[in-house]
């Protein structure tokens, strides 16, 4: 059965901190790019960070540079973003998605194949 299961999101306040999971079953992990996408209310669902299949390479959007970093563990075929000194703007739902097959950082949605079902961030001021 296929899984992607994402976790680790919550209410926290301007400056905190999270750590979201998204661990996968029933698909080939390691041979995969995988990235991390948020979509608020009202707009376009944007890649936030990707990773590419070996872990070797990332991506980051400019607004979160410096603050987010992305990790995987193949091993366990668990994706990890590690988020800090969080906004108010990044308040959304934020989903993990496994990209191409021995793919790059490419955090275009367009090449994105399975999609777990998300996990809620909200950062209060």
């Known amino acids: 059965q296929v899984q992607v299961v994402e976790s680790g999101g919550g209410l926290v306040q301007a400056g905190g901190s999270l750590r979201l999971s998204c661990t996968v079953s029933?698909?080939?992990?390691?041979?995969?790019?995988m990235g991390w996408f948020r979509q608020a209310p009202g707009k376009e669902r944007e890649g936030v960070s990707c990773?590419?299949?070996?872990?070797?390479?990332?991506y980051y959007a400019e607004s979160v540079k410096g603050r987010f970093t992305i990790s995987r563990d193949n091993a366990k075929n668990t994706l990890y973003l590690q988020m800090n000194n969080l906004k108010p703007e990044d308040t959304a739902m934020y989903y993990c998605?496994?990209?191409?097959?021995?793919?790059?950082?490419?955090?275009?949605?367009?090449?994105?194949?399975?999609w777990g079902q998300g996990t809620q961030v909200t950062v209060s001021s």
């Open positions: 990773i590419n299949w070996s872990g070797g390479s990332t």
């Open positions: 998605g496994r990209g191409a097959r021995y793919g790059g950082t490419q955090c275009a949605l367009k090449t994105y194949d399975y």
């Open positions: 029933g698909l080939t992990f390691d041979d995969h790019t």
